[in-house]
């Protein structure tokens, strides 16, 4: 099966500020990763699909990047709701697999 | 307007069997693909299963493979999981979600349904 490693696992930051958050593909998965943000007591929302491509409606201020077994989600200038936890997914191969999540909390 | 509702919850002994529902509407259902993914509370992700719109392919995660089947009835626009010898590692919140442009992904979510196991 293929791990995903996501760092940092949480992070404090501010209203305004630029965020980064790392996935780790155990073994190479070409762009076939996506990124969720997971609000409290919500389900799951899909932010952005195939590694880069932005899913309709999410702001621009995230952006995805990275293939292989490395990929990087940005959020740019943070907004209140964006406080929550991120996930990454791969869907190389089966069985698809999830990143442990990062936390993002305000400072 | 997509809407998954997801049925079938519950608290449920250890051995035991639930099967749960995934009513979709808004959508032409059997041009979807589907999948199943539960959370643990307190917990992360874990993806559970996935069914082809025919109904024809399906796979399921190592740690649930010959105890859950996922199946589905695109004449009722309605996803099920049946769940046997459920074990107390089992207790999570079950999402049904379906399939986006980009295969693989899950762009629309229900709202998931509780199951405990526990005696």
């Known amino acids: 099966d293929i791990q995903l490693t996501q760092s940092p696992s949480f992070l404090s930051a501010s209203v305004g500020d630029r965020v980064t958050i790392t996935c780790r593909a155990s073994?190479?998965?070409?762009?076939?990763l996506a990124w969720y943000l997971q609000r409290p007591g919500k389900a799951p929302k899909l932010l952005i699909c195939a590694a880069s491509t932005l899913q309709s409606g999410v702001p621009s201020r995230f952006s995805g990047s990275g293939s292989g077994t490395e990929f990087t989600l940005t959020v740019t200038s943070l907004q209140p709701e964006d406080f929550a936890t991120y996930y990454c997914?791969?869907?190389?191969?089966?069985?698809?697999?999830f990143g442990q999540g990062t936390r993002l909390e305000i400072q | 307007e997509v809407q998954l509702l997801e049925s079938g919850g519950g608290l449920v002994q250890p051995g035991g069997s639930l099967r749960l529902s995934c009513a979709a509407s808004g959508l032409t259902f059997n041009t979807h693909a589907m999948t199943w993914v539960r959370q643990a509370p307190g917990k992360g992700l874990e993806w559970v299963s996935a069914?082809?719109?025919?109904?024809?392919?399906?796979y399921y995660a190592d740690s649930v493979k010959g105890r859950f089947t996922i199946t589905r009835d695109n004449s009722k626009d309605t996803l099920y999981l049946q769940m046997n010898s459920l074990r107390a590692d089992d207790t999570a919140v079950y999402y049904c979600a379906k399939w986006g442009a980009v295969a693989g992904t899950f762009d629309k979510w229900g709202q998931g349904t509780l199951v405990t196991v526990s005696s």
């Open positions: 069914i082809s719109t025919t109904g024809g392919s399906t």
């Open positions: 073994q190479g998965i070409s762009n076939s």
């Open positions: 997914q791969q869907f190389f191969s089966y069985p698809f697999t």
